[in-house]
């Protein structure tokens, strides 16, 4: 019985297997790829070209600028660039990084300023003004790239040092007022330090710091809400600059540097930990005696009542974090959704219609869904990039307004107020819209603006929502 069993499973694996090769080889599964674009040899060489344009560009040229890409969607040809130019990129749409934080989208003129992008790299088209060409390679030049940093208010900004390669900006201030705020052209990281010295001879004090958006004034975010994981990157259609990002600061008269720490106490832990492990690892080996000394100490461990006691401590600890996270995120829009306390959806696509063809349905590609929410208000807000703050009525509408504005019309809500019916006295009494990927404004309208009943606000990302 059990060989016949074992034939019989052996036969199935391989079937499975013969099949899954079979559809491998048919689809490319696990071809290597050797050529940078498929089928076009060609642009490997032009590619290299550029790379040696680049290069020279970079040569006896100051360290703090960069070259924008713009090409597909899903084109990564580029990537491997600054290892050959020493020169960062910045890729205009998405990448792989947008999964996280501090990777903008956009591709506007500011955006690109401030991401100091003195060349374009793109594949034909036009971008400014064309200093070569590689091929279906262009590379144009833009002369409004910004500095390293600037100052938003009153005061003069020198620029002492930039060296983003070694981890190093030191800046001078002069004539700032009280409302200045220095603002560095670079994405906060938590193992970024700022330091003050009121003049050349005075001692180094700290600054703390935020990040503050690339364009506009949006919510600022701190390396603490960072290492707490409060703030996450994910915008369906990107992040179009209105993210919390640069590294910003109260401005005053002196000098301010920005240094990159490299080792913190923890890393150097982490190094003697990893040494300590191999200096026993090696001991283990060259002594067998140690090994029977210790054999005992390990099958005591190994007991079942100590892994019981370990896993049952696991499993605790797994459960109160658990439930921790869950009434955290509980009154978030989000949440209702995926317990089913949403009052009604509405789906305007399958969530790959772009990617697939249905037989007989026309594509609408990007277009919204929509979830509806009746009874609710607007509690703390939580969308990524802001801070947990309380929303009054009267703060309603500038905490749901979004940073873009795309036309979509709501869906009919269960329990909409009728034209009769009186107007609620804030745009949080009425019903709430939770879109994706695209977001709409709404601004608070009085009663007798219009005689159309109120509609429901739009949520940009994610947001708390209140039980009246």
Partial sequence: MSLGTAAMAAALVAWLARDATNLARRHGVGVVQVERVPGDPAFEAAYEQFLQWAASARHGQPADWRIAVRTDRNAHWFMDSPVYTGTP???VGFT?????????ESGSARVLDLTQ???????????????????????FE????????????????LVEAADLQAGRVRVRLAGTAPDSRLVFHVAGYPRWDLSFRAGDGAPAEPVSWIEVPVVGDGPTATPEQRLRGELRGGKALGDDGSEPTLIAAPARDG???????????????GLLASLAALIACASLLRSPRLVDRLRPLARRLAHPAVLAVVAAAAIVGAGLRWRTAAERERPLASARVADGRAAATRAQRPAQDRYVDLPGRR???????????????PGPRSTPGSRSTTTTPSSAAAALTASRSTPARPAA???RRSPTSPPPTAPTASAHAFLSPRTC?????????SPRPAKPSRIGFDVALADP
Wanted: aromatic share 10%; charged share 20%.
């Fill in 413 to 415: 809500p269960p329990g």
């Fill in 255 to 269: 000098v301010f540097e920005l240094r990159y720490a490299r080792w913190r106490w923890f890393d150097a832990a």
């Fill in 441 to 449: 404004n709404t601004r608070p309208t009085s009663p007798s603006a």
């Fill in 96 to 104: 792989p990084g947008d999964n996280f934080v501090h990777k903008p």
């Fill in 117 to 139: 992008a003195r060349y374009l790299l793109a594949q034909g088209g036009s971008g400014g003004s064309q200093v070569a060409s590689f091929g279906p390679l262009r590379v």
């Fill in 89 to 91: 990129i910045y890729k």
């Fill in 363 to 377: 594509r609408r590609p990007r277009r919204p869904s929509e979830v509806v929410f009746s009874g609710v208000a």
């Fill in 142 to 157: 833009r002369p409004t790239a910004a500095g390293i940093a600037r100052i938003d208010g009153p005061g003069e900004l």
